[in-house]
């Protein structure tokens, strides 16, 4: 007879399989008391739950920390919401987390998630009814109880940030029977007397502690209230339906009137430095605009009828000037012109001839004598010399030839 075997992995794998198909292994509450609790470096926290009775391996991813509002430590009671699943290596079984809470906070917790789930498909929790917080304001409600470092830490907080503010304190319940409605009264009132924001809020503490600001009727009043709320209620960790409905939610009481008081400083030094700004910019445009008075001066002073008369004069001066130079030189050439040619009608000029020891024969009908033929003895002759004329009679002719 032939035998089925299966190697570990099969079984491991359908041991695994197992859980996977049960739905209530998948989606489980499980109570116990925390031990071996490890944080890894890599995010992931490791401990075990066990009771009188045994003990269950879990892990929660550091993809699931979200659902953790506090820090695990060895003993503290918890209720564990996860899926049970094998690890096939080690062939064992573990409980996967998703959401861990303290024990005795169950039934808050289930109502807390039923009343968010109501009011977030109601729409209360939408960004398109959130209303903007004002920047500058003069008026400031706070809707908490009247003793306590909340209202300590507010008062502190407004005062070094801008002691011009008005704070108007509602001395409101917030924990205990009444506390409900003491708030709602609180944001009505403040409400009806104007203020530019509210704070709401209170200190930190348990779930039940701060279970007045999980309340519906807190919750629709802070919705249905025309200024705008600042939800401050415990410590960062701690998150209720007022943060989700209200316009802001700020994570301490200190950070809400962080939030809602202008720190006046930073306005002043924000305006000086405006003021400096301004003041230089205004220099750089004077500084631009006076370079360009000075071009239009400039251009002005060139283009003046003065200067272009100036201009006008000086251009006739300079070819009046051109004009005596060009008379001179062409007088200068004409002169020289003129001794050149009259040094050659010098060298023409019978007195020239006669100087050099020629003279000039005059005969009758005082025509001169160039040749022996016109003249015959006893003819009385004029001699022209340079310094004077001689008178003579020619006596006798005798031909010559100068070849």
């Known amino acids: 007879m032939t035998q089925n075997v299966y190697t570990v992995k099969q079984v491991n794998a359908y ?169 709602v009264e609180g944001i009505r009132a403040l409400d009806s007397y104007g203020v530019d924001v509210m704070i709401v809020g209170r200190g930190g503490g348990s779930i039940e502690d701060l279970w007045a600001f999980n309340e519906e009727i807190v919750a629709r009043a802070i919705f ?20 989700y409905v209200a316009d802001l939610r700020a994570p301490t009481p ?47 002073s060139y283009l003046h009828p003065e200067n272009q008369i100036r201009d006008y004069r000086q251009r006739v001066v300079d070819y009046e000037e051109k004009l005596r130079l060009c008379m001179q030189n062409i007088l200068q050439k004409n002169k020289m012109r003129f001794t050149i040619d009259l040094e050659k009608m010098k060298k023409l000029s019978p007195l020239e001839k006669l100087s050099q020891g020629f003279s000039y024969v005059e005969g009758k009908e005082k025509k001169a004598v160039k040749s022996i033929t016109h003249v015959k003895k006893e003819d009385m002759l004029t001699i022209y010399v340079t310094d004077g004329t001689i008178h003579a009679r020619v006596e006798e002719t005798k031909e010559k030839r100068y070849d």
Not at 254 to 277: C, H, I, M, P, W
């Open 15 to 183: 041991i695994k399989n197992m859980f996977t198909q049960d739905y209530m292994l998948s989606r489980i509450y499980v109570k116990g008391e925390v031990s071996n609790c490890k944080y890894h470096t890599s995010g992931h926290i490791y401990f075990s739950l066990k009771d009188e009775s045994g003990t269950i391996a879990c892990v929660m991813f550091a993809g699931q920390r979200g659902g953790l509002a506090f820090r695990m430590r060895e003993g503290q009671q918890v209720i564990v919401f996860g899926g049970l699943n094998v690890y096939e290596r080690s062939g064992s079984y573990q409980l996967y987390a998703k959401e861990i809470r303290l024990d005795g906070e169950g039934v808050l917790y289930e109502k807390f998630q039923a009343l968010k789930a109501d009011l977030g498909e109601m729409g209360m929790f939408a960004a398109e009814y959130k209303k903007p917080i004002p920047v500058f304001v003069k008026k400031v409600g706070i809707v908490t109880a009247p003793t306590g470092a909340a209202i300590r830490d507010i008062i502190n907080i407004s005062s070094r940030r801008n002691p011009f503010v008005q704070l108007v304190l509602y001395p409101a319940l917030v924990q205990g029977a009444g506390a409900a409605e003491s708030i």
């Open 254 to 300: 200190s950070a809400g009137a962080e939030l809602a008081v202008y720190d006046y400083r930073l306005v002043e030094q924000t305006l000086r430095e405006f003021y400096n700004k301004a003041n230089r910019l205004m220099e750089q445009q004077i500084r631009m605009q006076r370079l360009k008075i000075r071009e239009y001066q400039t251009k002005l």
């Open 224 to 243: 249905d209230c025309e200024t705008p709320i600042i939800s401050a209620v415990g410590h960062e960790t701690d998150i209720t339906i007022a943060d």
